[in-house]
């Protein structure tokens, strides 16, 4: 595998990535207004809306900043942690268990839980 290269990159695009990659979300505020006027188009209150967002994520193998995002936003709509568990059961069927183990350590690291010192064994059931 080939290192990084050493792009020229200038000062505006630089210093947007760097805001981005340490939560600056203003370059993007006019998404984050987007995803109001989907949440009101959808009917569903802030609540269920962060829980399917949630399951979204699982059942798309998220990457982990996408977990960060979405449990923020669920926790100030009052979603609790019980809920997001509850979230990771009603998928699991669907989604299959290995997604499921998957989003659970995404979702512990988002609400600021330690990981467990040994990584689940894949091949035991859920």
Known sequence: MAGPVKADVDD???DTLFGLSVGDIDPIADGMEL???WRQRSG???RSFSLVKIAALIA???PPASYLWQVENALASGVSPKDILGVLFAVAPQVGGPRVVAAAPEIMCALGLPLPAEPP???SPL
């Open 12 to 14: 505006m695009t630089r």
């Open 35 to 37: 995803r109001e006027q």
């Open 44 to 46: 569903l209150d802030e």
């Open 60 to 62: 798309l193998d998220a």
């Open 121 to 123: 064994d894949p091949s």
